[in-house]
């Protein structure tokens, strides 16, 4: 046998090249069908949830995770005011309290089931209570939301946002797209 029967066939060369771009191929629609089918992107308008959130953010939504499981505390969700229009805006905002929970706020401060909020170190204190001035108790399917702005957002403590219905709730924002420089998971 001579060194020449060592050499490749150009054939299985191309052959692997073309396997190749045919898993990127796949890989890249199976992509595109998960987040069709369980994912959601959306595009955030207004400063509400600064510094965690700036207008003009480009996100990704989890619509099956609420499916099989309740939203929780902290979470930052996508919401519809108002269910029963469609085009609407959607609503970006943090969970602060979910069901049977009571919520109230004092001295610029946030207490949840007679507990102070972690999220409130560091931040200005809350210049405007509103519903939340004086203890309230949610149902069993409501959740209490405010923007990580909270003196520039309009929120659960106000009526044209009040109590969020799980029903309400589109997904749950875990992925800022764009700008490409600030790529990441929220929290």
Known sequence: MGYFNAIPDENIWLDHV?????????????ALLLIHFFGYDIKATGNSMEDT????NVLLLDRFDYQVSNPKQYDVIAFDEDPNTEGVQLNIKRIIAG????????????????????????????VNAGFAKDELTLGPDEYFVIGDNWNNSEDSRFPNVGNVNKSQIIGKVYLRVAPFAKIGLIS
Request: glycine share 6%; aromatic share 8%.
């Open 18 to 30: 073309f396997k190749f771009i045919i898993d990127i191929i796949l890989v890249v629609l199976f």
């Open 53 to 56: 959130i700036k207008d003009g």
């Open 99 to 126: 069901p049977d929970d009571s919520i109230i706020i004092k001295n610029g401060e946030i207490y949840v089931n007679d507990k102070k909020l972690k999220i409130t170190e560091g931040k200005n204190a809350i």
